[in-house]
């Protein structure tokens, strides 16, 4: 290993930590956390809708992982028929409004718009989406969706992500009874504590949880942690099925001297708090913050931190910028709000003072760097908490749960979705077509 011993003398670190709140106006704290992508008009949908060349075989429809017909919404919006072209996006993505705005929109469907060879800029997928979906949640969802008559069959669904939530209102719509068990206080999963406050702004998840249930058939146990084998083997008992989708609630560790040094947490963590707070100006943050990582959720927390007044936030990730699970989009808005980024570099130790953070060293084919630190927040994936699985004969593979394509796990009763499962990008999308495709694998085999 490189000596790293000169990068950072003594002097270089402040052995005074500097993690406080209210380091900025209410007035800015407003202005920062605003809406990152505000709803279009609909003078600009209208003249955006107009720029899509309505392909017969939309390269755009089939990188959705939803499957949802582009064509056929934008039409519809470009038509003035803003109830059609939202009932086109939700019945194939029922999460169509925070999919909308969280979903790497650039990477998938936008990426193969025809606009983009044409005119160097795709249609603004996303965007529509987004004000076709929003302009129906004033209305029940009943007035787009009915329930089938009651089939008697109960289905417990173990995680309120996107997943369970794609899967509940599925079996909903189909005339099932589900009960969704969810170990917080508030349902959502990763749309609720996983996703940064400015693109859910508003409080969307919640508002579009509580949209779908009016579908009917759905209730919430909150607080139900199933964490053991003998839990889940209660609700195969107790229920016609159990689909899992859990997702990901185990941080890895870095492995290194000084992690145990206050300053040092995990964003997942980190964002949650923000997303909870009803006070953003209560939220101490750092005046120098380092994110490790290389994925959405250290962008998340890196603006985030920005945007709460840290002075200095470093991003840093072990491999490239082009094995950076952020897409290029991400990788500017985070520099754009002032965070640097920082590649090849891998961290080999944690320095501190008087038991806080005061600087972090990393190793790199240059000699490596260092930086002075009151925070450090780790973003470098998340693992699925195994004990659930111990003796249901489900099958591991790279440390997720095996299933098929749609969520049968070969075990009776256990269906499988969301992050947790084998295979996947871990992205909002493809839970919910996890979700939705489980959905219909159950309905098929209760009513076979």
């Known amino acids: 290993m490189p000596d790293l011993t000169p990068d ?17 106006s209410a007035a800015e704290y407003a202005a920062a956390f605003a809406d990152a992508a505000p709803r279009l008009t609909r003078t600009q949908a209208l003249v955006e809708a107009e720029r899509c060349l309505y392909c017969y075989d939309a390269p755009c ?31 194939s993505n029922p999460l169509g409004g925070t999919c909308a705005r969280a979903c790497p929109t ?32 004033d209305r029940p969802v009943t007035a787009l969706f009915t329930r089938a008559a009651a089939t008697g069959k109960r289905i417990a669904v173990v995680g309120a992500g996107p997943a369970g939530i794609a899967c509940a209102f599925g079996l909903a719509r189909r005339g099932h009874e589900v009960v969704i068990h969810d170990a917080r206080d508030a349902a959502g999963g990763l749309n609720e504590y996983g996703l940064a406050s400015y693109k859910m702004a508003g409080d969307f998840a919640q508002a579009e949880l509580n949209w779908l249930m009016q579908i009917g058939g759905i209730s919430l146990k909150l607080g139900a942690r199933v964490d053991d084998a003998s839990q889940l083997q209660a609700l195969r008992d107790g229920f016609d099925a159990v689909f899992i989708g859990v997702g990901l609630v185990r941080t890895p560790r870095l492995n290194i001297d000084g ?53 200095d936030v470093q991003m840093v990730y072990r491999r490239g910028p082009e094995a950076m699970s952020a897409s290029l989009s991400e990788q500017e808005w985070a520099q754009t709000n002032g ?6 570099l891998a961290p080999v130790e944690i320095l501190g003072a ?23 927040l780790r973003a470098i994936g998340q693992k699925l908490d195994e004990s659930i699985l111990t003796g249901t004969g489900l099958t591991l593979s790279g440390g997720k749960i095996v299933a098929d394509a749609d969520g049968r796990s070969g075990v ?15 992205l909002t999308v493809e839970a919910v077509e996890d979700g939705k495709r489980a959905a219909a694998a159950i309905h098929a085999d209760l009513t076979s």
Do not use: W
């Not at 950072?8 to 900025?24: E, F, N």
């Not at 089939?62 to 059609?84: H, K, M, Q, W, Y």
């Not at 469907?109 to 004000?131: A, D, N």
């Open 61 to 91: 429809m089939t990188a959705c992982p939803t499957g949802i017909d582009v064509p056929s919404f934008i039409r519809r919006i470009a038509e003035d028929n803003l109830r059609g072209a939202a009932r086109t996006i939700l019945e």
């Open 412 to 426: 009776a009763k256990l269906y499988v979705g969301g992050d947790c499962k084998a295979g996947g990008r871990d």
């Open 339 to 344: 965070v640097t980024i920082h590649h090849h």
């Open 259 to 311: 992690e145990e040094l206050q300053g040092v947490r995990d964003a997942v963590d980190f964002i949650a708090e923000l997303r909870r707070a009803g006070d953003l100006s209560a939220v101490p943050v750092g005046r120098r913050v380092v994110v490790i990582g290389g994925g959405m959720t250290a962008v998340d927390a890196a603006v985030q931190s920005k945007l709460l007044g840290a002075e």
């Open 106 to 137: 650039e990477v998938l469907c936008e990426q193969v718009c025809v606009r983009t060879v044409q005119q160097g800029k795709p249609v603004e997928i996303g965007r529509l989406q987004r004000y076709a979906v929003d302009a129906v949640m």
């Open 8 to 24: 950072l003398s003594a002097a270089d670190v402040s052995d005074v930590p500097d993690i406080r709140a209210g380091r900025r």
């Open 354 to 376: 008087g038991g806080q953070v005061s600087g972090i060293r990393f190793s790199g084919a240059d000699g490596g760097r260092a930086f002075e630190a009151d925070t450090v």
